[in-house]
């Protein structure tokens, strides 16, 4: 069984910067697409960012330009980039992974919080 393990988050003022990185427990057979998502308290989780096996790249429209997704130089992670911060950002952020177009995975969260 494959397990997805987020790291990174923390608090961070306006304007700041932060990495989420989520790490896979073994390498996934037939990964299909990873993607990151959010739940901030009261609010439905939203996707954030995502790829898939054929590097097709999706951004929520409200951090266009600000995050980037990528593969931190290593096949079993995804990272996030997150720059420019907004209080609005504010949430759990969730690692998601899709093996063999059906299966899916999920990590337990990090807290992201934007505040001065």
């Known amino acids: 069984q494959v397990q997805l393990v987020e790291s990174g988050g923390g608090l961070v003022q306006p304007g700041g910067s932060l990495r989420l990185s989520c790490a896979a427990s073994r390498s996934i057979f037939g990964l299909s697409a990873m993607r990151w998502y959010r739940q901030a308290p009261g609010k439905e989780r939203e996707l954030v960012a995502g790829?898939?096996?054929?590097?097709?790249?999706n951004y929520a429209d409200s951090v266009k330009g600000r995050f980037t997704i990528s593969r931190d130089n290593a096949e079993n992670t995804v990272a996030l980039q997150m720059n420019s911060l907004k209080p609005e950002d504010t949430a759990v952020y969730y690692c998601?992974?899709?093996?063999?177009?059906?299966?899916?995975?999920w990590g337990k969260g990090t807290l992201v919080t934007v505040s001065s």
């Open positions: 998601n992974a899709v093996a063999q177009y059906v299966m899916e995975y």
């Open positions: 790829f898939t096996s054929g590097g097709r790249i």
